[in-house]
């Protein structure tokens, strides 16, 4: 642990702030080069079929349109590899970077267009000549399970993976029990949805044969592996840079087409290329999530003690396995039980193709839709058997003496991807949630008809696995004006990572906060790299930075003791200077930087993830004339281990906690029968706005640290979102008791409300 | 065509095509990427400018119709290199993550605290609904906006 602390654990402002508030960020399509070209991606209107001729010829006879390519000019047409659980069985589904003959979801790129502005490359995207014989689509899961049509004819099926979470014997625990109940649920397709689109900016320099890619987010370095092996370069001929970027959320960043098309776009005419998504394309082309339904049942003694968990998990992944595909089926299988003692579980995930846009990793992939399924489960046990929803929970916790608690077995994956909840007091998190939110004195208020509108409580509980390896690297060098550069592999996707960064290395230096600058993501700055996802940065990143800064004081000790005489026993270091115990005389550390001192390292967690965990409580009112629900109150209270630095903490909380709703009450990514998206603009994708959830109280405590790294840390951007929907859909039910209320569905529209609350009423 | 207007108070003429809309004119021909392009329909509010003292989509006007108008962007909020309360206050709150959403927050805001510095939560709430945030959740940025009330009340130009 750290013994100073300045500026750990305070809430700091932010360093990156003042660019920002003045306009004077650089995003990707902030960038421009000499002689750059514009692109516009033509993609498939359609959901699934045959392309049966492309011509550009309309399109190349624009003036101002430079050339148009497609699979014909690239070649052999490399597919995307994964970038996680890269399992056996999944080369099959990998994504082309562009179709050459088969289309299989509305969006997928087939032609690139480049000309001298964005909006002649988009002319040329209308006027190319597209012929495409339709197949018809695979419009959902059971239409996948059932491998009448197939998206890929050679494997056979439309079965990406099945995931099973096995511990105990499930089986017997059913039929032993004296309580069990059975339910379906479904969360919706949706999508992570940054402000900023996503970009990029490519330059070749056909001399030295070097690409540099610019607008690169989130896994630089693995996608710099994966970009220099499609385009034959060695890992020295190709930098990725990191510019501003505006919200990732798990889905920017990934490797997509078109950080392929682009620089090889570029390479083609040897010229800087540049293509800015637009907000439709994005919403067809980035990747979507968490769409998923299952079959479940639990098992619980009468007085609540829960027994097992079982049953069948679908998720419907769209029309290909991209990066991180397959993150959602696994967390949704491996962390079904969330925080709870569930000695019997025998979950089964299968992630099926369908003609949609794939699927991919949002902010607490699975756990989010993992927690509503077993949230309702719960909920809908403690009603059965009359105990308070808190009581449920309380008595199923898992406890602090059972730490570490070993997570259900998950194959394919074995021993090798085994996981353990590592430390704290769960219970203690409930008990101060309960607290805070009034449970004892609100709860009289459950079901009651109040003004004309019902009124319903919920509490849920959460953990989060973060800090995931397998490890994070860092140099910092100590500059000629005493000053030191941190350089980090860890991602920037506008979470304050140079502030927290900056707090770490300035309170273990002892130096001042502006005595520390922070460079990161980009892989010119560090041989590797591994990013940011898994709420990650702060965790690996954080500590190499810790630990890097303890091995420069080191040095500069080492080099003092030189200059000053004496051993480095003999040397303190304070305030950005190195002293002589024995005599006095000191140097800056300025003074000392004609040393050159640098220091290399990386920290490693040996893939021990790090588990926040929490509680959340809300009060809901429900308008049963409109099926509106009105949140009063909501509160989520976490224990990170320990806080770095309380207001980005804070931020992270809030802004979950609110995509949580969204994804729980408006945003819905939905399909028609033939495949085609019909909540393709922001006007029909609906995100909260500043009027729809003005009460969201969020509190972090610091009790428990990790006991995985030197800062005590714990990942923490995505716990609050966990348990949102699974708490929403309980406060509706609560609320819409009388009616018999089963929102076993997300989102909770106003319409699916309404629905619940009026279809009983009229037959009353 | 050309076009002639204000730009954060200095006199612009630029070519365009009549089909550029503002936001394009400002980022790709004046150099200005402040103003970001988060939908260009309107929605997400990211391209916020002021336009004759009132917010405006700028990817919802063609560049020409500024014509003879005084237009200010995020650039433009602040004449030196200090921030202005409103800004100061959003760093204080913490209202800005990622920062994309921020350039339009920051002119809407603006926009309505110069005609409305006693604008009440509701009213504040209700004006930045028509800007987009994914990071904040928003509750740092009306604080911050009702923060800064004060500044704008005590004088016509913060």
């Not at chain 1, 003791?561 to 270091?573: F, K, P």
Request: with cysteine.
């Amino acid at each position: 642990m750290i013994g100073i602390n300045r500026y750990i654990g305070s809430p700091v402002e932010r360093v990156e702030d003042f660019r920002f508030l003045r306009g004077r960020g650089e995003f990707v399509g902030d960038l421009r080069r000499e002689g750059m070209l514009h692109a516009a991606i033509l993609r498939s209107p359609v959901a699934h079929g045959r392309i049966r001729n492309l011509d550009g010829t309309a399109a190349r006879a624009i003036p101002g349109v430079r050339t148009v390519i497609a699979a014909a000019e690239i070649g052999a047409v490399p597919r995307i590899p994964l970038r996680l659980l890269p399992l056996p069985g999944t080369e099959r589904f990998l994504q082309p970077v562009i179709a050459a003959d088969r289309v299989r979801y509305v969006g997928e790129p087939i032609a690139v267009v480049l000309a001298d502005s964005a909006a002649l490359a988009e002319d040329g995207v209308g006027s190319i000549a597209l012929d495409i014989e339709e197949l018809a689509p695979v419009a959902d899961r059971r239409a996948s399970g059932k491998n009448e049509i197939l998206l890929f004819e050679e494997a056979g099926t439309n079965r990406a993976m099945t995931f099973t979470a096995v511990s105990g014997d499930a089986d017997t625990a059913f039929r032993e029990a004296e309580y069990a109940r059975r339910e379906r649920f479904s969360v919706q397709r949706h999508t992570a949805l940054p402000m900023e689109p996503r970009g990029v900016l490519a330059e070749w320099d056909a001399v030295q044969g070097r690409m540099t890619v610019l607008g690169a987010a989130k896994v630089p370095f693995f996608n710099r592996d994966t970009l220099a092996a499609m385009l034959g370069l060695a890992l020295t001929d190709v930098d990725l840079i990191e510019n501003d970027v505006g919200g990732g959320f798990g889905a920017r960043g990934e490797f997509y087409p078109e950080d392929f098309l682009i620089p090889f776009a570029a390479r083609h005419v040897r010229r800087p290329v540049r293509w800015i998504e637009d907000r439709r394309e994005h919403l067809t082309a980035m990747n979507h999530a968490r769409e998923a339904d299952c079959e479940v049942e639990i098992a619980c003694r009468r007085d609540g003690t829960i027994l097992g968990l079982r049953g069948e998990i679908f998720i419907d992944l769209g029309a290909y396995v991209r990066t991180n595909g397959l993150i959602q089926p696994r967390t949704l299988a491996q962390f079904f039980s969330g925080p709870y003692r569930v000695p019997n579980v025998d979950i089964t995930s299968t992630a099926l193709l369908t003609n949609k846009t794939p699927s991919g990793t949002y902010r607490a992939p699975g756990r989010y839709e993992a927690s509503f399924f077993c949230e309702r489960l719960i909920e809908l046990a403690a009603r059965d058997l009359g105990i308070d929803s808190a009581e449920m929970r309380r008595r199923n916790l898992i406890g602090a003496a059972e730490m570490p608690y070993k997570l259900p077995r998950l194959e394919p994956g074995g021993p090798a991807v085994d996981t353990e909840c590592d430390s704290g007091d769960y219970g203690e998190a409930l008990e101060r949630c309960l607290a805070e939110f009034g449970w004892e004195e609100k709860r009289a208020l459950q079901g009651r008809l109040i003004e004309g509108r019902y009124h319903g409580l919920a509490v849920a509980c959460f953990i989060e696995g973060g800090g995931a390896g397998p490890k994070e690297t860092a140099r910092l060098e100590l500059e000629a004006d005493g000053s030191v550069t941190v350089y980090v592999g860890s991602a920037a996707v506008g979470q304050g990572l140079e502030t927290v960064m900056s707090q770490i290395a300035a309170d273990t230096l002892d130096i001042q906060l502006d005595q520390v600058r922070v460079l990161h993501g980009s892989t010119p700055y560090l041989n590797e790299g591994y990013g940011a996802f898994a709420s990650r940065s702060t965790v690996l990143g954080g500590s190499a930075v810790f630990e890097a800064a303890k091995l420069l004081l080191e040095q500069i000790r080492a080099a003092a003791a030189v200059r000053l005489g004496g051993s480095t026993e003999e040397i303190e270091l304070v305030d950005g200077r190195a002293r002589s115990i024995s005599d006095g005389r000191s140097l800056s550390f300025a003074e000392l930087a004609s040393e050159r001192l640098s220091v290399d390292t990386a920290f490693a967690n040996n893939n021990k993830l790090t588990y926040t965990y929490g509680s959340a409580a809300a009060h809901v009112a429900v308008d049963p004339g409109t099926g509106h629900v009105e949140l009063l109150d909501f509160l989520v209270v976490e224990d990170v281990g320990r806080i770095v630095n309380p207001l980005t903490l804070h931020g992270q909380a809030i802004g979950g906690v609110v995509q949580g709703l969204g994804g729980a009450f408006m945003e819905n990514l939905v399909y028609d029968a033939e495949g085609q998206l019909l909540t393709g603009t922001l006007a029909d994708y609906l995100i909260p706005t500043a009027t729809d959830f003005p009460t969201i109280r969020a509190i972090a405590l610091e009790n428990h640290p990790s006991p995985s790294n030197p800062l005590g840390v714990k990942g923490a951007g995505e716990g609050p979102i966990i348990p949102v929907g699974g708490l929403m859909a309980n406060a509706v039910a609560s609320a819409l008791a009388s009616f018999g209320a089963m929102p076993n569905r997300l989102p909770l529209s106003p319409a699916c409300v309404w629905l619940m609350g009026s279809v009983n009423e009229s037959s009353d | 065509m050309r076009a002639r207007f204000q730009l954060n108070g200095q006199p612009v003429a630029v070519d365009v095509e009549p089909r550029m809309h503002l936001a394009d004119c400002l980022r790709d021909e004046l150099g200005q990427t402040g103003t970001h392009l988060g939908c260009e329909h309107g929605v997400c509010g990211a391209c916020t400018v002021i336009v004759d003292g009132a917010a405006v989509r700028s990817c919802l006007i063609l560049a020409v119709q500024a014509e003879g108008s005084s237009v200010v962007t995020v650039e433009g909020l602040s004449t030196d290199d200090a921030l202005t309360p409103l800004q100061t206050a959003f760093r204080k709150h913490h209202a800005l993550q990622c920062g994309f959403c921020t350039p339009g927050m920051l002119t809407t805001a603006h926009a309505l605290l110069t005609e409305e510095p006693d604008a009440d939560t509701a009213r504040v709430r209700s004006v930045l609904s028509g800007n987009l945030c994914r990071c904040t959740g928003y509750i740092p940025i009306v604080e911050a906006v009702l923060e800064a009330r004060a500044a704008y009340r005590k004088t016509d130009k913060p």
